[in-house]
């Protein structure tokens, strides 16, 4: 690993730890005696042993309930908020570090060749889960770990990311085609243009594997077969629900041929369907830069012309 390599990840592994410990600091702070609300909270006890004292058991129940009640609130009310304000800072830190992953490789000992879409993927698992400070604690662990300190090498390329490598899939391969396509689009950046005329579950649980956040433009047809047509339009208005940044167009009948997944770090060309990657002898194999830029522009020229789903 080279001295600059490093630096860079020890000072995002650095930038973290401060991240969460002011995090974890923040939250204690919203909850113990010590603080404001502490005193708000114990003013209120207060309250209701006062009501106590003055004889009236009911007003003292009522004043204990209100207290507790109002403190739980008041703890929500403000964890949510901070949730949030930290919830910015480790979405740009994710950013961060995705952005320099993709742009070293690594060889571990048990891998034959760099592997950097591959532990691109692993961290961004990560986004996974809702709370700020379970994904730093993941993020943490995952650049932490020995094999990553001890593996990355400064084999940065010119395009400062990893070169992507083609696959061939048989038809004993299915599963290992299918991971293909879901490290693929794990990997993605920026505006992701998915073409593929011949769709299915497993097209819209590919598209899922798309990082959160990021638009994703699904070109394609309806489903051959009338009867699986309701399920699949059933599935992919719950992704679009769930993921407001998906979005899903038929085109026009006859103008789509070739597959293919597009973003602003690669694009890969899909000898077959993804709900068919492995029925058949094909390939998976990127693009070059001036086929992929032809791609995304007359993709981008149907869709203006495509139904919204």
Aim: charged share 25%; proline share 5%; net charge positive.
């Amino acid at each position: 690993m080279s001295e600059e390599v490093r630096r860079t990840l020890e000072g995002l592994v650095r930038e973290g730890e401060v991240m969460l410990n002011e995090y974890e600091k923040a939250k204690q702070t919203l909850v113990n005696p010590s603080t404001d609300l502490g005193r708000t909270a114990l003013s209120e006890f207060l309250g209701a042993a006062a009501g106590e004292l003055s004889g009236s058991a009911r007003a003292a129940s009522l004043a204990r309930r209100f207290s507790q009640s109002s403190l739980k609130e008041d703890q929500r009310s403000r964890l949510k908020q901070l949730e949030i304000q930290t919830q910015g800072r480790v979405d740009s830190w994710i950013d961060r570090v995705r952005t320099f992953l993709s742009g070293v490789s690594t060889t571990a000992a048990t891998l034959e060749k760099p592997d950097s879409p591959m532990l691109v993927a692993r961290f961004l698992r990560i986004t996974e889960y809702s709370k700020p400070e379970t994904r730093l604690k993941n993020g943490l662990r995952i650049l932490g770990t020995p094999a990553l300190q001890g593996t990355l090498r400064n084999e940065d390329l010119k395009s400062g990311r990893t070169k992507p490598t083609g696959l061939v899939v048989s038809p004993d391969q299915q599963f290992e085609g299918f991971e293909k396509v879901l490290e693929i689009m794990s990997t993605t950046f920026g505006n992701v243009i998915v073409v593929d005329s011949y769709p299915g579950d497993d097209t819209l649980v590919a598209i899922g594997r798309c990082p959160a956040g990021q638009p994703v433009q699904f070109l394609t047809r309806p489903p051959q077969k009338e009867s699986e047509r309701a399920g699949f339009e059933a599935l992919a208005r719950r992704l679009m629900s769930d993921r407001h940044e998906i979005q899903i167009r038929y085109a026009p009948e006859g103008v789509l041929h070739d597959r293919f997944i597009s973003s602003q770090n690669g694009t890969w060309l899909l000898g077959q369907s993804i709900k068919d990657v492995g029925k058949k002898l094909s390939t998976i194999n990127p693009a070059s830069k001036e086929t992929a830029e032809t791609l995304r522009n007359r993709a981008v020229a149907i869709w203006k012309k495509s139904k919204p789903l």
